[in-house]
């Protein structure tokens, strides 16, 4: 059992926003960056988010994120059918030193 | 950023296995680094790291004692030592490079291998 909370689902039509939460708690996303990783199935996970809100070079600037208290939350507007993936929020845990991550969010573009 | 896993296999239960990844394109004395790993259908978790000298090392408490992590800034080379495998070690092995040298509880894995699949049953 995944220790940050996500909806196992989420969908959208071509064009639409959707946003993924994740939820967590004041040893982790309370207390460090929340970080976001997307994978195409069958691909390696690739980074999308850092620092709760900050893309690395090549995201397109409709993926956003944003944190607040012990929880973080993805969104991405503009849908397109290339966004089709697994979306995974993770972050540092103070009390379990280490890394944690999300169950994991499966975005169906409709 | 090139990173590639090897040593992946099938392997019984109890048994140890090697996992290497090969890394090019950056300083790699400068960086640390780490493994994570799915299992079949299953969501990314989070196994080791170690900082870029391979002075300080981290593990999940489901792999504590039975895995160990190294680095060779020399070769460029990432190991993971696996001991005492269990079949809930089943899993695509990722080697993914973290963004700092040190202080990693502040960094990301920015780039990640393509994995390695090992398999522990009877």
């Known amino acids: 059992q995944a220790v940050l909370t996500q909806p196992p689902s989420a969908s959208g039509t071509p064009g639409q926003r959707v946003d993924v939460s994740c939820s967590g708690s004041g040893s982790n996303i309370g207390s460090n960056a929340a970080n976001w990783y997307q994978q195409v199935p069958g691909t390696a996970p690739k980074l999308l988010m850092y620092d709760n809100n900050q893309r690395p070079s090549g995201v397109p600037d409709r993926f956003s994120g944003s944190k607040s208290g012990t929880s973080a939350s993805l969104a991405i507007s503009g849908l397109q059918s290339e966004d089709e993936a697994d979306y995974y929020c993770?972050?540092?845990?103070?009390?379990?030193?280490?890394?944690?991550f999300g169950g994991g969010t499966k975005l169906t573009v409709l | 950023v090139q990173l590639v896993e090897s040593g992946g296999g099938f392997i019984q239960p109890g048994g140890s296995l090697r996992l290497s990844c090969a890394a090019s394109g950056f300083s790699f004395n400068n960086y640390a680094m780490s493994w994570v790993r799915q299992a079949p259908g299953k969501g990314l978790e989070w196994v080791s790291a170690i900082s870029a000298s391979g002075g300080d090392t981290y593990f999940a408490d489901s792999v504590k004692g039975r895995f160990t992590i190294s680095k060779d800034n020399f070769k460029k080379m990432l190991y993971l030592q696996m001991n005492s495998l269990r079949a809930d070690d089943t899993a695509v092995y990722y080697c993914?490079?973290?963004?700092?040298?040190?202080?990693?509880?502040?960094?990301?894995?920015?780039?990640w291998g393509q994995g390695t699949l090992v398999t522990v049953s009877s």
């Open positions: 993770a972050t540092w845990d103070d009390s379990l030193n280490g890394w944690v």
């Open positions: 993914a490079k973290i963004n700092r040298a040190t202080t990693v509880s502040w960094g990301v894995f920015d780039y």
